[in-house]
Each structure stands twice: as structure tokens, then as C-alpha cells.
């Protein structure tokens, strides 16, 4: 499976920024491989690159165009259908990360073979895995957890990827969704495999290595979410990390997708997952928090992080606002 | 999907009774629907009906052989194909619930097809689902909790529907493995599905329902078994169960299938399913145990049972030694 880069993101009719999270991830970690994004009337999303309409995307040298928008339950929407097949008119390979497939769509499947274009379904894992044993292996490896989805997990991840390697220290993002997938250039979307082999296909992904080397392991969902609570808790056996980190967004009103059910608190949320978390590796432990705190201003966050850390006895960060070094050094410590 | 009755049970070469559960279930259920077992040299496992070859099999009616063994992993031992060949030859369907399928097998697809046999899958779901929501639904649930796999998850719920049903009171068991859809008719390998639909399988599979039904939810794996934890929350979340009863096999040396990994304390597991289970139902709580003392003799297991159910102020029970009427009476107090 190879993409051709550079990459023109679809983001569709996004009705929110975070439907349009696999998009704002690869403008964000691989600007490189961007030259722009494709909105359709009623976008509310826009993840800061050039708007572009096909022939402009073409004219960039686009190769590939990435369906970077997301809704529930990981159908294609049929507004979208349109754009791709003009993509694939216009000489565009297309890639998506969704539950449902693109060579599942007969018109779209029909026209990549008439134009001779490359589908990539990034989601269904294209190999089977072992069942999880829960064995003790050597290396070093740090997952982030979360009270809901969409807070910030493969962002905290993807930046203490960053940091650990700025300090010449070993270490690999291990990608667990479509984004990350796109953004590493391989991984597993976790949520897309076989209910039995959850632990299975994570001990794959982050497997043994050598003992000061750290994987960075992109963590799904939340214990706290009824919807995919099973895949975060087959994903935290799987990972065996000695570190947690915990994602939130204080202040959601409701867990995401989820109206009326309330967030988890965050002591609770964390005395849970390490308690889970032990099963398989006994010194687990929860090393600090990542709170995205865009709904607060500077101030108002600022007081957050600072009482949050208190009231827990542990590093509280934003990254986005303040970067993870304070996470780092608990990692180190 | 339509089973011809009677079953002829292929149990291969089991190494030991667990492996053998399916066979045994549906022999112990629906005794009317078998006509006996074959098994192979070396086989482990006895379900107690009468052992047969083929020939024999077709001569009592047989329309079905039923492959009654499962082996970690789900896949099919080389050692059975030549049976499972033999069968078809002799006017057989085949039908397995293993990870695997009987479809997958050139040679067994191929022979199928010249023979104008049926194979049937059971464990792969004959449809998609929605992802779980945790909204409330009306009707009474009951789920059947573990330590571990395998330590009689499906012949409490069985054995409850039944005491329910003798009481004129409405009570569906809810299959979730490949022995319990054979016996139920119906019904959806939880672990099976992708991963993001276990909690939605599961509210699909036990809708809402009449105030006073119950619904007996057969459960699967545990949250403290390293392989199979995330199946075990997506169905305690999508259950939303007010009553849980926990299994258990006191005694056994480690968790099923992993050597080295220790039983979890009982108590402690009461705690963690209560915890969990209240995010989507929260008044769920554990009504009662239900062991599998076959290891110890009657007046050990009789000494446990006591002793445990004072320990932990539950009604504490062997069904197979002494039925399930504690439980069903804490189930209607």
C-alpha cells in the first residue's frame, strides 16, 4: 500500500472542525505532503491550507485525494460522491479511512477501473492478527488514554514523538486510527478489527524492543464512552505501558456523539484506566494530563491547568498552548 | 440461515472438555436435535451421546455435522479437513463458529459445491450494526458476567431463562457465541464483530423490550482476561443490564489459555463489572455467583459456596450441583 503524495484534502460538508480531524492532523504534522483543501457548501471546517477546486489541486501536482472529513458511524455521504468521482476524472487516486469502504461504492469502485485510479481503504487492516496474551515484553512504551474521543490523544502522542526525538531519545508515533495512519505511514485502526483481537493487533503494532526505546502509542475512545469503551480497554491491555497520559477537552458539554451523557471525572477517569491498566503491566501508571483548553481564554485555561495539577499531583498541560516538555520529563523521570 | 436438524457433533481431536463446549452445550440443551458425536484419535472430550462414524450418522438421520471444537484462535486444525470432507461426501452441511471459515477452506468450499452441500459460518455476523448509544430502553436484563472465559457464562443464562420461564414469567436467552446461537436459533458472535460495533451489537441483539421481560444476555471473556477484555466492556455497556450475575471456576491455576496470568480476585471483579456496568445502567449490580466447583468434591464445593456467599452477602451457587433458584429469587426481590 502506497500513497502518492502530495495530498489534496476533502473535507466535504464537515459540520463541525473535529469532524474534519483526519484532515486537520495531516496539514498539521505532514504540511509537506499537502497543497490544499476542498470544502463544499456548508463546510464549517477549515484546517488552514489553500482552498482549491480540482483543476487548481491538479495544477499543484496533487496525486492523491484523502477524504480527511469523518462522520458517525463511518458511512460515505452521498453529498460527497460527486467530488470523488471528479477526482478520479481528473487523474486523482483517492484514500479514506472510514468503516465503509470505497471499493464498496459501485460507481466510484466503477470509475477508478475505467480511469485506471488506486482506492486506498486505510481502515480494514489488511493482514490478521493473533489473539492478545498479555506477555511481558522489553521497551518502553507510553499510550494516551482519554475521557471521550476526539481530545487530543494522537496529537499528545504524535508531540512527545517529537520531543523525546529532539533529545536524540529513540522513539516511533504507533499509529491506532486513519489519521495517524496517514500522518505515519502505517499502523492498525484498531477500531476496524475483530472484537477478539483488539489486545492482539496492538501487541503487533507496538511489539518488543530494545529497552530504552519508546513507542508512543496513539490511544481510541474512552473507557467512560458507551459506544467504544471496549476497543480503548483492549487497546490499554494490548499496549502494556508503563505510561499513561490523559487526554481531555474540560468543559464538553456531553461525551461526544452523546447528548445527555455526562463527562467522567477526571481523578475517577484516571484511577480507572490505571487500575485496568495494571493487568498487564503492573507499574503502569498515569505520568500527567493533556487538557485541549480552547473553550477557556489564556487566563481562564492558564487557572485550569494550574488547579487541575494541583488538585491532582501531577504535570497538567495544554500542548497546543504549552507545549508536553512538562509530560516529558514525567516520562524520564 | 437455516440449519437442517438433526446434528451429528464433531468434536476432532479436542484436547480436553473445554475445548469441546459447543458440542457439549448443544448437546445438553437440545438433546432432541442430536443424534450422536465423532471424534477423532486422541480426543479429550466426551459430550456423552453416542459415538459414531459416519455411515452410522446418515443412518440415524443426520443432516448437519456441527463442528463441536474450538481451538485458540478460531482456525480450523489441518488435522479435521479430511472428516470434514468425508462429510460432505457422505449428503452432510457442514456449520462451525470459528474466527475461520468453512467458506475459506478451498478444498471444503470446492467440495461443497460439487456436492451441493450448505456450509454455514455462524460466528460472522449476517449484518452490520449501529455504533452503541447507552440511551435507556424499557424492559428488564439480566447478563452474565466472569473471571475468565469459559467458566459458564451461557449455561447460567440458559438455566435462568428456563427457571423463568417455569415461573410464567417472559424470558428470552440472547446468544453471543457460536454455541448459543446453535442452541437459541438466533443471536450475534459479540466478539466477532468489528470492534467499534461490540456495545451496538449488543443493544441490537437486546432491545428494548416489555416492562416486566427479561432478557438472559449470554456473556463472554472477562475484563481481567489479557485477550479478550474489550469484548467483555462493549457488552457490559450495550447490555445495560440492572442485573449481573457473576461466573467464576474457583481453583483453576491460571486464566484460561495463559499461563502465568493469575485468577483475579473475586471480590475485586465484582467491583470492576458493578463499576463499569453503572456507566450505561446505573442501578446494575451484581445479584449473585454462579461457580463451577467441578474441581472440588461435593462437601469442598458445599464449604465454598457457603463460605463465599458470606463473604461477599450473595447467594453463591453451583447450577449444575444445586441449581439457579437463589439466583432467579434475587433476580425478582
Redesign the interface.
Known sequence: MQLLAPYLLFLGDAHDQLAAKTADGIARWRPSKVVGQLRLPGCQADVGVADMDLDQAVAAGARTMVIGVAN???VFSPSWQPSLLRALDRGLDLAAGL?ERLADLPEVAERARLRGRQLFDLRQPDRSF??????PRAGRRCLTVGTDCSVGKMYTALALERALQDRQIQADFRATGQTGILIAGSGVS???????F???ATEWLAPANQPDHWDLIEGQGS??H??????????L??AQAEALVMCTEPHRPHMR??P??PLPDLAACIT?NE??AR??CPAARVVGVAANTSRLDPVAAADWLQATGQQLGLPVVDPLRGGVEPLVAALLA
Open positions: 458517525r458511524g463511518g468503516h493473533e489473539v492478545g496474551t498479555g506477555r484498531v477500531d476496524a478489527v475483530v472484537a477478539d483488539i489486545s492482539g473507557l467512560f458507551p459506544s467504544f469503551a471496549g476497543v480503548s480497554l483492549g487497546l491491555h494490548g456523539g452523546l445527555g451523557q480507572l487500575h485496568c493487568l498487564t
